[in-house]
């Protein structure tokens, strides 16, 4: 049997949490699948909002380089562990979708 649930868009982590952990419970065969509708401008505010300064530098400077970044020209100017920390923050911030880990 296929059962498919849907919410509206940003389903709450806490949500996405307990059907994973029931589907865990049930064992062999069930699977959870995410569809994610994309990135909206809202959405990407929020993510903005969620993370350091540090991340924001990265992610700005990702822009500025239409998507790429030069690493070692970035840990040139900020440091050898300039990654360390802000790109473990952005990982957890878009895992959420962007949603401020308090919501």
Known sequence: MKLTLEFPDPVPPQVL????????KVGAGAAVAVED????????????????????QLLEA???GGGWLDGPA???????????GPSQTITKAIKRGGLDPGS
């Not at 509708?37 to 540090?54: E, F, K, M, N, S």
């Not at 970035?74 to 360390?84: I, K, P």
């Open 74 to 84: 970035f840990r040139a100017q900020y440091g050898e562990r300039a990654f360390y």
């Open 37 to 56: 509708d994309g990135w909206t401008v809202d959405r990407a505010h929020l993510l903005l909002r969620a993370i350091t300064p540090r991340a924001r």
């Open 17 to 24: 949490s307990a059907i994973t952990e029931l589907l865990a």
């Open 62 to 64: 990702a822009v500025e």
